[in-house]
């Protein structure tokens, strides 16, 4: 006597579950690095988008001082931290990417080992 059964045994579905699990846990870390990233970007362009506000007022004023920094888009928070009348120094950080910040940096006040008016570099991790 023959009996027609049909499905998947126990055996299949488990080596399914862990093939699927192998591969999550492949993938959970890019996806972790992925979004860092993206903080870090947000970082970037909020300060070049100080630097060409900080252009602005230097034309108009012919100084920086004075200057403040702009709010930051989402998340991100932008705070000088040096400034004269011919340069300025300023980070960003993000709620979200703890120990990650960026500097930038014009004129005089420009932090050292750093192309002038390019957020990153060395700093920017």
Known sequence: MRTNRKGFTLIELLIVVVIIGILAAIAIPK??????????????S??????????????DKNTYAGYTAPAGSSGVTLAMTAQ??????????????????CVIGVGDATPAGQAEGEPGGA???
Request: aromatic fraction near 10%; glycine fraction near 4%; include cysteine.
């Open 123 to 125: 700093s920017c991790k």
């Open 46 to 59: 909020d300060l070049k988008n100080m630097v060409s506000s900080a252009e602005a007022w230097f034309s």
């Open 84 to 101: 004269t009348a011919t340069g300025w120094a300023a980070k960003a950080t993000h709620a979200n990417a703890t120990g990650s910040e």
């Open 31 to 44: 996806f972790a690095d992925t979004k860092k990233k993206a903080y870090i970007t947000a970082m970037k």
